[in-house]
T-cell receptor
């Protein structure tokens, strides 16, 4: 079945550092890929997505590129802020009428001033 | 309301009790999903509705779990004879259809003692 493997945390960085959170997936066909973020005390929110190979999703300074050859969707940000502290989840949605999301285990990110 | 609303936010149940968790999706959203999120893990799919039809219940862990959406709007997840392993956050998500962004509620944290 479908699965998502995500870099384990927690990750602690200083403000303005470069961020990478690795994500690889296993799926049949051509899934859509997502990054969700969960800020303290809030629900899951969609951060960015990509629906086909070589697509780049971007939002709030975060980027991720759908790499079919390496089955990866790594999340990057050039300069993190304290407000980026949250838990980040990589997820995929299969095709062939499979609507559910399959999530990774999440990576807790803490940014220190 | 503007978002997905879940109630109660917190529920403590004694082992063996029945519980009912409610989800109010965004008005007009056709698709509704339930996920279970154990501590330190990513959400795991439980079941999916399209309007009032339950199209996929493959993620329900046992026959003690039952979900309904009788009028195609509000949904209830019922757990009978709760066990300690049922302790988790139960998330509801809704979307216009199966291919558009899913919006998540803040979840119900169930603790079985």
């Amino acid at each position: 079945g479908d699965s998502v493997t995500q870099m384990e945390g927690p990750v602690t960085l200083s403000e303005e550092a470069f961020l990478t959170i690795n994500c690889t997936y296993t799926a049949t066909g051509y899934p859509s890929l997502f990054w969700y973020v969960q800020y303290p005390g809030e629900g899951l929110q969609l951060l960015l997505k990509a629906t086909k190979a070589d697509d780049k999703g971007s939002n709030k300074g975060f980027e991720a590129t759908y790499r079919k050859e390496t089955t990866s969707f790594h999340l990057e940000k050039g300069s993190v802020q304290v407000s980026d502290s949250a838990v980040y989840f990589c997820a995929l949605r299969g095709n062939f009428g499979n609507e559910k999301l399959t999530f990774g285990t999440g990576t807790r990110l803490t940014i220190i001033p | 309301g503007a978002g997905v609303s879940q109630s109660p936010r917190y529920k403590v149940a004694k082992r063996g009790q029945d519980v009912a968790l409610r989800c109010d999706p965004i008005s007009g959203h056709v698709s509704l999903f339930w996920y279970q999120q154990a501590l330190g893990q990513g959400p795991e799919f439980l079941t999916y509705f399209q309007n009032e039809a339950q199209l996929d219940k493959s993620g329900l862990p046992s026959d003690r779990f039952f979900a309904e959406r009788p009028e195609g709007s509000v949904s209830t997840l019922k757990i009978q004879r709760t066990q300690q392993e049922d302790s988790a956050v139960y998330l509801c998500a809704s979307s216009w259809d199966e291919n558009t962004e899913a919006f998540f509620g803040q979840g119900t944290r169930l603790t079985v003692v």
